[in-house]
């Protein structure tokens, strides 16, 4: 289990810096935070404790909550933030209605 | 109770689980094309859904009422948070949503540690990524806590140590020495729950320390770098855990963050660790005082003067900073160029790779203005028409401007590519004063002769510029 999961580990480091090698600096911003995003996949290593009933007592209980209510904010916030970044990257056709009588005069 | 065994067959999730990080890298791979990234990062979160779906999917579930309290009240802070954040605040922003997953991951280690009694009954392997989880996730949290802080001017931006430089990371090396030493004694066989709470804290300051001596230009690489921390102890997590889908995407994160953060650091001419050893702190003061001395006469300049001097030109270029993300001028800039563009004046923009606070900053803010995306030109491309450009207009940048970085060895900015605006017929700066750039050093190009200087709020002198331009 334990060197599958190396070896996974491995392999997904060479995929990250394969698939970012190629980014333009106007999209660094979206992409860090995008990336950013993805992180808060570690929700599922506070719902794993949880919904197995790993967690006994008050405090470990509450610590659980916080730590699913932080990643949580952390996907939910990421992807939304990002989107919003990448939405204003998209052509607006008034811009082109705009242009054609710049162009003539 | 056929369907039923079946979806909560462990088989079952790990296909959900492929099929989840097979989204998160095909999304991935999307956000690095202006075309398909925001279609990528909607793929992304979609691989997110397929994971969190797949977790829940187990035979007997337990305390889901929690769950869904925890993912309500994530929900309730991030959705608003998203939505509201102005476009200049982005950064902060991406700050502190990369603690709040750092912080998720110290948590998840320290309460992984309380219920197996201070790692007792686990394999070794499972102490030593929890350790390194918990180590390098409060590390995370407390540090993208200052850098938010520092962003959002709720702490003072300027380099801060303790003592001196010096001092300082002797103080960080204790620190990281304390905490993982206090690892190694809970990996050994220690299970006192107080080595845990030391590790975190250390941990904690060293995320303090490290974060707050930085000032400046150097902040987007702290975050960039501390994004890629939170993917490399998500990742451990994953190990610790068993959880293919974890170790898959906190990698890539962790990966990804790294190289992006080498790209920034070399788009500045420093290394990661120079940045971390103390950022500008060490030269600021001698520089400054250095080039006060030599002097220099800076010529001031009206708006109507530069309406003019725009208006006849044939080639003006657009070099956006920091100034123009604060005083929110984005919108007047585009009406300005608008109208020089209706004049028959070509206007393009320079954007310098680490204008503003994070890569991409300038991009965000005039797209979000409606800027046309052929008009933002990088670096590289922009950097060969300088000579040919009648009037350059600086807003709000200044250490990105700065000849200093080729011309003066000894200065903290030299060998920082910039972008070569003193090459143009004339350049005009708007800035509010003669205080020095976040670099904290002084420029000579203000004190150009080919320099005329517009002091005043970048919005404000931007729309007077307008307005001027309207009459002419």
């Known amino acids: ?105 | 109770m056929i369907t039923a065994s079946f979806i909560t067959d462990p088989n079952f999730r790990s296909v959900l689980y492929i099929v989840s990080f097979a989204l998160f890298i095909y999304g991935l791979s999307g956000l690095t094309g202006p075309k398909t990234a925001v279609q990528g990062n909607r793929i992304a979160a979609v691989g997110m859904g397929f994971a969190v779906v797949a977790t829940l999917l187990v035979p007997d579930v337990s305390n889901i009422v929690l769950i869904i309290l925890g993912v309500a009240i994530g929900t309730a802070i991030g959705v608003p948070a998203a939505r509201q954040v102005k476009m200049t605040q982005m950064p902060q922003m991406v700050a502190l949503f990369n603690g709040v997953g750092g912080g998720a991951v110290a948590l998840i280690a320290w309460v992984e540690f309380r219920e197996s009694g201070g790692f007792a009954d686990v394999p070794t392997y499972v102490a030593i990524f929890s350790c390194f989880a918990a180590i390098v996730g409060s590390v995370s949290f407390w540090g993208s806590n200052i850098a938010f802080g520092k962003l959002q001017e709720l702490i003072d931006g300027g380099s801060k140590v303790i003592g001196s430089a010096q001092i300082q990371s002797f103080i960080n090396m204790a620190l990281g020495a304390i905490a993982v030493a206090c690892g190694i004694a809970i990996v050994a066989g220690s299970h006192g729950e107080i080595l845990i709470l030391v590790l975190l804290v250390s941990a904690a300051l060293l995320g303090v320390f490290l974060v707050l001596p930085i000032g400046g230009a150097d902040m987007p690489v702290v975050i960039s770098l501390l994004n890629a921390f939170t993917g490399l102890s998500a990742a451990a997590t994953g190990v610790a855990l068993d959880n293919t889908s974890l170790i898959v995407a906190g990698m890539i994160v962790g990966a990804s963050g790294t190289l992006l953060t080498q790209q920034m650091a070399t788009a500045m001419n420093r290394s990661i660790t120079s940045v971390i050893a103390g950022g500008f702190g060490g030269t600021v003061e001698a520089a400054a005082g250095a080039t006060s001395a030599s002097g220099g006469t800076v010529r001031s300049t009206s708006a109507a003067d530069v309406a003019i001097q725009m208006a006849y030109a044939r080639l003006v270029v657009v070099v956006p900073g920091y100034g123009m993300a604060v005083s929110q001028a984005q919108h007047a800039v585009r009406e300005m160029a608008k109208l020089l563009e209706a004049k028959g004046v070509e206007v393009k923009y320079a954007i310098h790779p680490v204008a503003g606070r994070m890569p991409g900053h300038m991009n965000v803010l005039l797209a979000e203005a409606d800027v046309p995306y052929e008009q933002l030109k990088e670096m590289d491309d922009i950097n060969g028409e300088f000579p040919r450009v009648d009037v350059s207009l600086v807003i709000g940048a200044n250490d990105v401007t700065n000849p200093d970085a080729r011309n003066k060895a000894d200065s903290p900015i030299y060998g920082m590519p910039i972008l070569n605006v003193d090459e143009s017929a004339s350049v005009i700066v708007l800035k509010r004063s003669m205080s020095s750039g976040y670099a904290g050093i002084d420029n000579p190009l203000f004190v150009n002769p080919k320099t005329s200087m517009l002091f005043g709020d970048a919005k404000q002198s931007v729309s007077d510029i307008t307005e001027e331009l309207k009459v002419l």
Not at chain 1, 78 to 93: I, Y
Request: hydrophobic residues 55%; glycine residues 10%.
């Open chain 1, 1 to 105: 289990m334990l060197v599958t999961n190396l070896a996974i580990l491995v392999l997904a480091g060479f995929v990250g810096y394969a698939v970012i090698s190629k980014v333009p600096n106007t999209l660094h911003t979206p992409l860090m935070s995008g990336t950013n995003a993805i992180h808060g996949i570690v929700v599922l290593g506070g719902i794993v404790l949880l919904v197995n009933g790993l967690a006994d007592g008050f405090l470990n209980k509450l610590l659980l909550v916080i730590a699913v209510a932080f990643g949580t904010i952390n996907v939910v916030g990421g992807f939304l933030v990002t989107d919003r970044m990448l939405e204003m990257f998209k052509a607006k056709p008034k811009d082109l209605v705009e242009a054609e009588p710049e162009a003539k005069a």
